[in-house]
């Protein structure tokens, strides 16, 4: 359930302010009557959305044994790849998201394209939505459907509610410290698909085992009740892991949080050079 909050949180908000940037900046410009564009965009994309979480349920479905295994190893995958490439765009972007996003909408505009600026709320609210749906598949394999429907549910509805506070003023959030503080809980969630993706595909034989349990310590800490059940379905904590799992789960993170640690000194260095 909390994998799946944290998810919808995330994925909403960055969505919500991406719209909201929209808004507000067609609003101050004077430009009002566009606002249906966008919202024809952004319900397109919702639809899409849904439509993607459908097929990969339904495809995931038609598979069995060793093949459901693989299906879900590679699902697993591929979304840690695509959730480390979404926490890194945005800890790049954060500096600079609104001005770029209110310079395509001037572009849009200024061309007289109804369908560019649809477009650009269309994209925007796909993007985050195809990811909500690949994640959430992966989410439904670490704790129950109706856990995780209802963390999805919970935390796209905070979004929406803290997207319509900040688009209306009456609310501040400090986006910096929130993608701060989620980015890394994304990651140490990324870190523990990575290890299960592995885990599922050594269970189908497509993936060698080295040393089946390096240790096991289900006996102070049970992987599969209480507080070991809530660590392993959030962070993929695993009482006795395979060696090459847990390679990868600390290789990841240590490269993972650096990188992300070391992005704004990045950027600093570059402003520099170019100044």
């Known amino acids: 359930m909390a994998q799946s909050f944290l998810i919808t949180l995330r994925e909403g908000i960055e969505a919500a302010l991406i719209v909201g940037i929209i808004l507000a900046f067609l609003a101050r410009t004077n430009n009002g009557e566009q606002f249906p564009k966008v919202w024809w ?16 349920f339904v495809v995931a479905g038609e598979f069995s044994g060793q093949g459901e295994e693989i299906f879900e190893g590679l699902a697993m995958l591929t979304a840690v790849a695509v959730l480390s490439y ?3 765009w945005m800890k ?41 749906a690949l994640f959430m598949f992966t989410a439904v394999r670490t704790s129950s459907p109706l856990e995780s429907a209802l963390g999805g549910i919970l935390g796209l509805a905070l979004a929406v509610a803290l997207g319509y506070l900040l688009f209306k003023g009456s609310h501040r959030l400090n986006l ?6 989620t980015g890394v809980l994304l990651i140490l969630f990324a870190a523990g698909l990575l290890a299960r993706g592995i885990h599922e595909l050594q269970e189908a034989g497509a993936f060698p085992i080295l040393i089946e349990h390096i240790w096991d310590i289900n006996n102070v800490l049970n992987e599969k009740e209480g507080m070991g059940s809530f660590l392993k379905a959030l962070f993929g904590y695993n009482g006795n ?18 990188y992300f640690f070391r992005i704004p000194r990045l950027a600093a260095s570059q402003a520099e050079e170019r100044a």
């Not at 998201?97 to 477009?119: D, K, N």
């Not at 847990?246 to 650096?258: E, G, I, P, R």
């Open 241 to 258: 892991p395979e060696l090459i799992e847990a390679l990868a789960y600390v290789a990841y993170l240590v490269t993972a949080l650096t």
């Open 41 to 56: 965009g952004t319900v397109a994309a919702v639809i899409v959305s849904i439509v993607a979480g459908g097929v990969i």
């Open 86 to 88: 979404m926490v890194i």
């Open 92 to 132: 790049h972007q954060a500096t600079n998201i609104r001005a770029h996003l209110e310079a395509q909408v001037t572009a849009a505009i200024s061309g007289g394209s109804a369908l560019a600026l649809g477009l650009l709320a269309f994209v925007a609210v796909a993007r985050e939505g195809l990811e909500t």
């Open 176 to 181: 910096r410290v929130f993608f701060n503080v």
